[in-house]
């Protein structure tokens, strides 16, 4: 069964939102390439779709439409969450996907934000509609640190692996045993099928 096109699945970030935000780190360090344009946002999604479709077949059939939003904005699209304040990334279904990304983040944050978050748009289309949310935002984070490790960006992708939380840490680590067990090219197909952790490889 695939997720219904009106479910209001929410995919939220946590590179350079809670991880950074909670140590207090600025943005982007000086030197680095700020994406803060529709245009530059854009060039650069387009990039991380191309690499996601080549090495993982991760594409979608729908139209995405990327928001290059500030922080007020992202703010008030996480009201009432408790990751309100500590966000830079959103993924929201419709009939069209949507994906939201902060402003004026360097562009290996920026990136990996758009990686995830596309990847729930894929997820929108060929994953269970029950699936768990830690298998959910798992995938996304282990999509998010194989693109990131691929381009180079390993001090932005080392973070995501020490996630604690039980959403994101439980499901990050669960993929990568998972990906002991079968192994990386498997992993996407392994995802499309299974709802529960309980019911992954063991």
């Known amino acids: 069964m ?21 140590i207090g780190e600025s943005p982007s360090p000086p030197g680095l390439i700020i994406v803060n344009s529709q245009g530059q946002a854009e060039a650069l999604f387009a990039k991380v779709r191309e690499a996601l479709a080549a090495d993982w077949g991760i594409s979608v059939e729908r ?8 922080g007020p904005e992202m703010d008030k699209l ?3 969450s408790p990751y309100h304040g500590a966000e830079i990334g959103l993924y929201l279904p419709g ?4 994906v939201y990304v902060m402003n004026d983040w360097g562009q290996d944050i920026c990136s990996g934000v758009m990686a995830h978050e596309y990847t729930h748009a894929w997820q929108n289309e060929k994953c269970p509609a029950n699936q768990e949310l830690a298998i959910r935002e798992g995938f996304a984070v282990w999509i998010q640190y194989k693109y990131l490790d691929k381009i180079g960006a390993g001090a ?3 973070p995501l692996l020490e996630y604690e939380d039980p959403v994101y840490g439980v499901g990050i680590k669960t993929m990568l045993a998972w990906e002991d067990k079968v192994g990386a090219k498997k992993m996407v197909d392994l995802v499309q ?10």
């Open 2 to 22: 695939k997720r219904a096109l009106g479910m209001a699945m929410v995919g939220l970030l946590l590179l350079g939102g809670v991880s950074q935000a909670q």
């Open 63 to 70: 139209k995405v439409n990327l928001h290059l939003v500030s």
């Open 78 to 80: 996480f009201s009432g």
């Open 95 to 98: 009939a069209e996907h949507n």
């Open 156 to 158: 932005t992708a080392r």
């Open 193 to 202: 099928h299974v709802s529960k952790i309980s019911d992954g490889p063991h």
